[in-house]
């Protein structure tokens, strides 16, 4: 806890200060341009990722980076409710959903033994038993192509989802939002973009070169 202490300071005394306009030019409002959909991990860092500061990605992280299908429920929504208020009050401009490499939560959902004592994430993870049927038919065996197959599928799976909510085809046929999907190697930093046409995990440097 020491470490994060002395982070506070460091940034109260020296980091801040250093962009102090910027902070003074977001005190009253936020206007970011971009929803980030991300995983908890603690390895993905979204404004490292995407060279952004504050300010510019209204952030959702939860396990797995799982977009759930739009509805109104009697729970308490908080994925959801983040979504609709980034389509709804800040009119965001992109959004991307961010799966990455050796994602805890797709590996789990092939070792339940290990969420015996997290029966909350057991349910979350449940979103994605039909993404787990289609591995199993193709790489029941295969580890490393499993954990690839199903951290990919799930972030298609949370793009299709996102067409759920309302407005969302509608801002899309009107060329007034994007919606983007990426894959994060941590190891090499390396990061792939969806292809909807190719139906491909494109690196992102090459893209537009094929
Ligand atoms: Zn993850």
């Known amino acids: ?9 460091k940034f109260m ?4 200060k250093e962009h102090q306009e910027l902070f003074m030019s977001l005190k009253n409002k936020q206007n970011p341009h971009t929803l980030f959909i991300g995983c908890a991990d603690s390895r993905v860092i979204p404004n490292l990722i995407t060279n952004t ?6 952030v959702v992280r939860n396990i797995a980076n799982i977009v759930p299908p739009y509805r109104v429920g009697n729970d308490y929504l908080a ?3 983040a979504i ?3 389509l709804s009050s800040l009119h965001i401009k992109n959004i991307i959903v961010c799966g990455h490499s050796n994602c805890g939560g797709c590996a789990a959902l092939y070792n339940q033994e290990a969420l015996k004592d997290a029966p909350n994430v057991k349910k979350w993870l449940m979103m994605l038993e039909p993404i787990k049927e289609d591995v199993l ?14 951290e990919k599928l799930n972030i298609v799976n949370s793009l299709q989802n ?3 909510y309302p407005g969302v085809q509608k801002a899309l046929d009107e060329g007034k939002i ?4 990426w894959y994060y190697i941590i190891e090499t930093g390396e990061i792939y973009e969806y292809d909807f046409k190719a139906k491909i995990f494109v690196l992102i440097e090459n893209k537009g070169k094929k």
Do not use: C, V
């Open 1 to 9: 806890m020491d470490n994060l202490i002395k982070g506070a300071i």
């Open 13 to 16: 005394q020296e980091d801040f």
């Open 53 to 58: 500061g504050p300010g510019e990605l209204f």
């Open 79 to 81: 994925t959801t409710s």
């Open 84 to 86: 609709e208020y980034a």
């Open 137 to 150: 038919r193709f790489a029941s065996n295969d580890l490393a192509m499993r954990s690839w197959l199903t």
């Open 162 to 164: 996102l067409l759920t």
């Open 178 to 181: 994007e919606l983007h999907a």
